[in-house]
């Protein structure tokens, strides 16, 4: 019951936004002083508190950041060991493409969803001015030698746009600005800042810095240039197609592009397996292609109304005959293929799943797609995950930098999303076997911190491996991570279950459902949509605490910023601007996902009931 | 034929009972199947490396040095462990004290009316809880160190701390003048519990007073002024309780004579008495106005397990753990005499000086490297990078927590109490935050946990808790496997623990439905 009263951060901000009035036209600024600053003794007396309270943290942060000893060329210099570590500069194109698809990504998202947000007017003018504002108060609080004269006139500049704007422009309140319009807009300040404004680059070599003046590099600005192209025309493009498709089906395909995307990445672009073609095409190509359509026929046959006998025994033989090959495997009677089992295994679950799918041949027809699919992506990822990269690594594995907060935490999430629903099941069912190992291992996990997890997987993974096997450093960090991540996930998931009302099995129970069927169509997908807040908690947590795998000594952002660039040459020592640059990264990425999360949840009205 | 049919059962193999239990019970053979293939081959590579998981390590020698602690020079690494297991209890406290306080002040201000508070407030919560603690934990680390050194004296001059001789701070951490208990300060307690006796009773009829003839309540001030004078005078007058000396001794010296077997057959009964309880409660639970409810699997699961429990524990007491019992016999005997020392006339070393508590200001050791002397009230760097780093992370939680708290009491219950005549103060005290406060607990229960979790990232920063000791010990001796174990063990009992404590608190908090 505890977890029903547990508020999670969103329904504190709809609760908080609840409240409030709607936009008012604008008001005087002494008159909403007096109002929000001045009302009363107390309010007066808070006002003058936080003020020296926060031109005294200001001016301690500004400190930090504007000191003589910080050397921000430790940053500059090092970005691209920050964000992808070894990869390869020669290859740096295919990072460039990922990076594209997930702005693609992005824009085709926003359009599928109907998530274009209009702004008003009035408040980009107001955040205008504001930031104008904030950059005068910086200017005039850095602790600095010299006065910093191009803070203040750019603050000065901000705020006699924004003040100017929203007095000339009459009904600034009441005008909207579009998101595309908004698009544009920030393209042309992208533009603007790569192409016009002397940030100038610094190199690093034979532990020499050395610093041209002008804008950035060349090879990064063009395809600055040719992202910002990419977004702008993405946008349109996705404009033009859902005047042409209906948006249910693009929403399908970006949730699909959503699971998979990533890993099509990561498999096909950053790491380039070289196939063996020959092999592929004679081998796995047609291995797959038997699976997936002998299987989907198999099954299409099984559940057909009055097969549920049929299909159970069919289920059970051909588990038996996969349990058989792994059993006469270890005895090293029978070599095969690692996946020819681990299919012939899962034909056999979908066999004894087919009764629960009979019904229309619509349905039928579905469940046999589902089947073909899910072959044809598990064989791709194993043979993806299983051939030799291409790429030539100075200091492996290719993945470091900011690219393990985002790999790691994608494929934890992913991974543990089906054992968490699985735990979440046992640890709400009427089998006392199932729940007390559920809870068992599900507190269990949740006492225990992370680090220790990953110590145990990390150190200890390679000795419960037979002889012959090994896994790797990321490999065992993946599997402890997502193990730790399903205990918490069965918990989230868990709340949503209790919220799905008695009535519901009840009549699920009336309609004769079988209970997988009354799970599956009835209770889970209610469940998951109420859980849904709390596993985009979930997710930027996981995001978050990737950092651990520093200690453990994999090279994310973290360890490079706190180990790799102190230690180089030219920057013996400097770890604190490093570690505030991560710190902003991090909170850029974990802020906006809450962000986008809670409009996404709002639009679509999930996680309320 | 539909009531012929209710009487026989269907065949066994479409008896969805018996098909339930095959599917456990299958189940269940297969994961612990897996389990036990697993721990075999680790069994096995173990055995072909010629190494054997013990616990011996803990007796040997630690040739550690921890860097603060209750022993940072321990004998055995088992000592070493014990240490960094007070540590993390030591920073998990404080933690979890300051960042409610801290939490509940930004909760408050973001609650606030004033503009600038609320501003605040929301870019404390925001900015705090989107950057990852341990990256908080190491910028604080890095921020401390880029400090100013600890210059050697006051008269130099670059002189240390922003107030000389009373705070220090440098990248060696900071120091602040230390409160500690000083000869008196038993003495002292036991004569002001002996004091709050009488104003116990007087607070109890001042309060039926007031329920009897209504009015204006004095009992809350009338008490805590007593109470006041009561610590006056036990501040001066502690030295008449010195006499309580010689009954501790012999307290002591009768606890001393207890025989082995007596404490054996106590402890015995104290777990069957237990057990007993427990059932004749639950029963009692399930009873209705009709008759025993009818008890399910997991009833039944539930008693079996509480007289299990009772048995196992008159196991260990009797054969594998006897000396379990002269333990709590020697450990009495030490706690009562440790006690006694505390009274009388005669400390080691002279006479007894009488002031309960004393204050000492920081210093600096001067030396080639220079450092604080323990005199003030030190934060190592270590110490104050992962306090800071888990306090604010948290404090951020906590503010959201206390704010949806109070923003989820409903509205109707504010104009209801203004309604009743109630001011606004006595509204929040007596109407708002009670409700606020049941909201509240469960969510910060879980906080308190996370917190307590997160305390094993003191490893990135190198303060001694149980993972850095235990990693430490580990490195040395390739005792891996154990010393995991002693760290899950270590987690789960704080966890538990801390969980036990909320849940209590919550049963009680509970709105009694009928």
Redesign the interface.
């Given at each position: 019951m505890s977890d029903a009263i547990a508020l999670p951060p969103e329904t504190v901000e709809a609760l908080a936004t609840a409240n409030q009035a709607p936009d008012k036209p604008i008001k005087d600024p002494v008159q909403w002083a007096k109002e929000n600053l001045f009302s009363t003794v107390g309010n007066t007396i808070q006002t003058i508190l936080f003020t020296a309270l926060l031109v005294f943290i200001l001016r301690w942060l500004l400190g930090l950041i504007v000191s003589e000893e910080r050397d921000w060329t430790a940053v500059t210099t090092n970005i691209r060991l920050l964000f992808t570590y070894n990869y390869p500069g020669s290859q740096y194109g295919r990072i460039w493409f990922s990076f594209g698809a997930m702005l693609t990504t992005a824009m085709f998202t926003v359009v599928a969803f109907g998530l274009r947000p209009m702004v008003a007017l009035r408040k980009i003018l107001i955040n205008t001015a504001g930031l104008g504002a904030f950059l005068v108060l910086v200017s005039v609080l850095a602790p600095t030698e010299s006065f910093p004269l191009r803070i203040l006139l750019a603050g000065v500049v901000l705020v006699a746009i924004g003040a100017g704007l929203l007095v000339a422009i009459p009904n600034a309140h009441e005008r909207m600005v579009s998101f595309w319009q908004m698009l544009v807009g920030l393209a042309v300040i992208c533009l603007i800042a790569t192409w016009l404004v002397p940030w100038g680059n610094n190199t690093f070599a034979n532990g020499e810095v050395t610093q041209i003046a002008g804008t950035i590099k060349a090879s990064t600005k063009n395809w600055l240039t040719l992202m910002v192209g990419v977004t702008l025309a993405s946008f349109f493009a996705a404009r033009a197609l859902l005047a042409v498709v209906p948006d249910r089906v693009l929403k399908g395909i970006m949730l699909v592009w959503w699971l998979l995307g990533p890993a099509f990445l990561i498999f096909l672009v950053l790491r380039d397996p070289s196939f063996d073609w020959g092999y592929v095409l004679s081998v796995d190509i047609p291995i797959a292609l038997g699976f997936g359509l002998g299987g989907a026929a198999l099954l299409y046959f099984l559940s057909t109304p009055g097969n549920e006998s049929l299909a159970r025994t069919a289920g059970l033989v051909v588990l038996g005959i996969g349990v058989l090959t792994f059993v006469l495997a270890f005895r090293g009677d029978l070599s095969m293929l690692q996946k020819v089992r681990l299919s012939i295994l899962a034909l056999g679950f979908a066999a004894l799943l087919a009764p629960t799918f009979s019904g229309e041949s619509r349905v039928r027809m579905r469940f046999a797609l589902g089947w073909l699919g899910f072959i044809l992506i598990t064989h791709w990822l194993i043979t993806g995950i299983n051939t030799p990269s291409t790429l030539d690594i100075a200091a492996p594995p290719f993945l470091g930098g900011f690219m393990i907060p985002l790999t790691l935490g994608y494929y934890v999430m992913l991974a543990s999303f089906p054992m968490g629903i699985l735990m979440a099941l046992a640890r709400t069912s009427d089998m006392p076997l199932f729940r007390v190992m559920a809870t068992t291992y599900i507190e269990g996990v949740r006492g225990v911190p992370l680090i220790v997890i990953l110590f145990f997987f990390d150190n200890l993974l390679n000795l419960f491996l037979p002889s012959g096997m090994s896994i790797s450093k990321l490999g065992g960090i993946f599997v402890g991570y997502t193990l730790f991540s399903a205990a918490y996930m069965a918990e989230n998931i868990r709340g949503g279950l209790q919220a799905v009302r008695r009535g519901q099995f009840e009549a699920s129970d009336a309609l004769g459902l079988t209970t997988l069927q009354r799970t599956v169509f009835i209770i889970l997908p209610q469940a998951l949509r109420v859980s849904i807040p709390n596993l985009v908690g979930q997710a930027i947590a996981t995001f978050k605490e990737t950092s651990l795998v520093a200690i453990i000594g994999a090279f994310d952002l973290l360890n490079v910023a706190r180990n790799s660039i102190p230690n180089q040459p030219a920057f013996l020592g400097h770890a604190l601007a490093p570690l505030l640059f991560i710190s902003a990264v991090y909170w850029v990425v974990a802020y906006s996902m809450s962000r986008a999360s809670r409009s996404l949840e709002t639009k679509l009205g999930v996680g309320a009931r | 034929m539909a009531l012929a049919n209710q009487h026989s059962r269907p065949p066994l193999w479409r008896d969805a009972a018996v098909i339930?239990w095959l599917?456990?019970?299958a189940?269940?053979v297969v994961?612990v199947g897996a389990l036990w293939f697993?721990?075999n081959?680790?069994g096995?590579?173990?055995a072909?490396k010629g190494f054997e998981v013990n616990y011996d390590f803990l007796e040997g020698p630690a040739n550690i040095q921890l860097g603060e602690g209750i022993d940072t020079v321990p004998d055995t690494a088992g000592r070493a462990v014990w240490s960094g297991m007070a540590n993390t209890l030591r920073i998990a406290g404080a933690g979890i004290l300051v960042s409610t306080i801290l939490g509940v002040l930004v909760g408050l201000?973001r609650l606030?009316?004033?503009?600038?508070?609320n501003k605040?407030g929301s870019v404390f919560v925001?900015?705090l809880r989107?950057?990852?603690?341990?990256?908080?934990i190491?910028?604080w680390f890095?921020?401390i160190?880029?400090l100013g050194a600890l210059t050697n004296a006051e008269s130099e001059a670059g002189e240390s701390g922003p107030i000389p001789g009373w705070l220090y701070i440098s990248q060696k951490g900071l120091s602040i003048p230390r409160i500690f208990y000083a000869d008196g300060f038993y003495q002292f307690m036991a004569l002001l519990l002996l004091l709050c006796i009488p104003i116990w009773f007087i607070n109890g009829s001042l309060k039926a007073k007031r329920d009897r003839e209504g009015g204006e309540s004095i009992a809350g001030r009338v008490t805590f002024g007593l109470f006041l004078l009561a610590a006056a005078v036990a501040w001066f007058a502690n030295p008449i309780m010195a006499f309580l000396e010689s009954p501790l001794y012999a307290i002591e010296d009768l606890w001393r004579s207890i025989p082995q077997a007596v404490m054996q057959i106590v402890l015995t009964a104290i777990a069957a008495g237990a057990a007993v309880d427990f059932i004749r409660r639950f029963l009692n639970s399930r009873r209705t106005p009709a008759g025993l409810a009818k008890l399910t699997?997991?009833d039944y699961?539930r008693m079996i397990f509480a007289a299990v429990g009772a048995m196992i524990a008159a196991l260990v007491v009797w054969v594998m753990w006897p000396g379990l019992s002269s333990w709590i016999i020697n450990s009495g005997g030490d706690f009562w005499g440790w006690f006694g020392d505390k009274f009388g006339t005669d400390v080691d070393g002279g006479t007894r000086g009488n002031r309960p508590l004393d204050a000492m200001k920081p210093a600096i050791n001067e030396g080639r490297f220079s450092n604080f002397a323990p005199t003030g009230l030190t934060m190592t760097i270590a110490f104050a990078s992962l306090f800071f780093g888990l306090v604010f992370y948290t404090a951020s939680f906590i503010a959201?927590?206390v704010?949806?708290?109070v923003?989820?009491v409903a509205k109707g219950q504010t104009e209801a109490a203004a309604a009743l005549g109630l001011s606004r103060s006595q509204a929040l005290r007596k109407v708002i935050l009670p409700q606020a406060f049941r909201?509240v607990m469960?969510?910060l229960g879980?906080q308190y946990l996370n917190l307590t979790?997160?305390t094993?990232?003191a490893?990135?920063v190198g303060y001694s808790d149980v993972?850095q000791v235990g990693?430490t010990v580990f490195n040395k001796n390739n005792q891996?496997?154990a010393v995991?174990s002693i760290?899950?063990a270590f987690?789960?009992v704080c966890?538990?623990t801390i969980s036990f404590v909320v849940n209590k608190i919550?049963a009680r908090l509970a709105i009694v439905e009928r």
């Open positions: - | 339930k599917v456990q019970i189940v269940f994961v697993l721990a081959v680790a096995t590579n173990l072909d201000a606030s009316s004033n503009w600038l508070a605040v925001e900015t989107n950057i990852p603690v341990l990256v908080q190491i910028l890095a921020i160190s880029s699997d997991d699961f959201e927590i704010r949806g708290g923003l989820a909201i469960p969510p879980n979790k997160n094993s990232l490893i990135a993972v990693q891996v496997l995991l760290w899950a987690y789960l966890s538990l919550n």
